[in-house]
């Protein structure tokens, strides 16, 4: 839309380079790999103020039974990108870990594909950060400005834009509303990391830092008579082994949220148990579906949910659990919070 504005101020040619100001963040996470060390994986993404689609392309693997192959695809298509595709075909039955799928960086942008994929499951997909970014916003600015039939032959640069420049087209974000709906229904975790930086313009100017972000949490938390002695903040997402907070301090949150006036908002930015976002494959239970607004989490040996329990009586219980146990994963961890709220549900 914002090139579409462009090409409607008169230009449709582009012989310059692209500058794109990506200063207002003074970002200092820098390793992708450091949680798990699959920095390749869209979740590890880190915080920029400029990123485009979460720098993410998503890889669609399908079985051709005509060569008896598998043919790899990508969306949007990148120019730069090389995929050698060695994946072989099995009769194994399309379950557990399977497709097994891996991709190995052999050079500059050139990645192997390997592993094996059974020919009964058809299509398979992962989305994955593989190129540079500057090269990913070159594509896809290329590719979006041809749509409005412009022409581009320069290159993308980041730095510091100047103010001594004439605003030909501008764009604004979505309302704060909107975009928490987004981060929450899906554990979006470069949202809430980049939204932690944004939240930091309260009290600071550019560049905003994680920890002027935080700590406009914190403020707020307070102003609310909520008790943070005992509460650490990592970097606002779900990918931390630092995080900590007390049972105590999330029921007074989410009981303090019940009684704000934006809590219309916040609510319908949690999972609906049973119907869409993150729960949208749990809590089958009789009596749990479409009953739940609940908040899912789930780390290596962790394992938590957290939310709001509406009864047909017309009351609302808050509801949570975090578990962490090395054996949680194995499905312990789910039918615990299955039975919690099903007893929630049935007895109270």
């Given amino acids: 839309m914002l090139l579409g504005e462009l090409k409607n101020s008169g230009i449709s040619e582009i012989r310059g380079d692209l500058l794109i100001d990506d200063t207002n963040f003074l970002v200092d996470e820098t390793d992708p790999y450091l949680f798990d060390g699959d920095g390749r994986h869209v979740y590890n993404a880190l915080p920029k103020s400029f990123i485009l689609n979460f720098h993410s392309i998503e890889l669609k693997f399908s079985v051709d039974q005509s060569s008896n192959a598998v043919l790899v695809t990508t969306t949007p298509s990148m120019p730069d990108l090389d995929l050698i595709n060695t994946i072989s075909l099995s009769q194994k039955p399309c379950a557990g870990d399977m497709p097994k799928i ?172 049973g119907v869409d976002g993150t729960a949208r494959k749990r809590f089958q239970h009789p009596g749990q579906v479409g009953a739940m607004h609940l908040k899912t989490g789930s780390l290596e040996d962790v394992s938590a949910i957290a939310g709001y329990v509406h009864k047909n009586n017309g009351k609302t219980y808050v509801v949570f659990s975090i578990i962490n146990s090395p054996n949680v994963n194995d499905g312990v961890g789910k039918n615990f919070e299955s039975i919690l709220l099903d007893w929630t549900t049935n007895n109270l």
């Fill in 102 to 273: 891996k991709l190995s960086l052999l050079n500059t942008n050139q990645y192997l594909v390997s592993g094996v994929m059974p020919i009964s499951c058809d299509e398979y997909k992962i989305h994955r950060d593989l190129i540079p970014h500057n090269r990913y916003v070159k594509n896809m600015f290329k590719k979006y400005w041809a749509h409005w039939g412009g022409t581009f032959s320069g290159s993308v640069g980041f730095g510091k834009v100047g103010n001594d420049h004439e605003l030909i087209a501008s764009f604004d974000s979505r309302p704060l509303g909107e975009l928490i709906k987004i981060t929450n229904k899906w554990s979006n975790n470069l949202m809430a990391r980049m939204l932690v930086y944004s939240l930091a313009g309260d009290i600071a100017a550019p560049p905003f830092t994680r920890t002027s972000g935080l700590n406009v949490i914190m403020r707020e938390l307070k102003k609310n008579n909520l008790d943070t002695s005992k509460l650490i903040i990592e970097n606002g997402s779900g990918l931390s082994r630092e995080t900590r907070l007390t049972g105590k301090f999330l029921f007074q949150f989410l009981k303090n949220a019940w009684e704000k006036p934006y809590m219309p908002e916040f609510i319908s930015s949690m999972p609906i148990a």
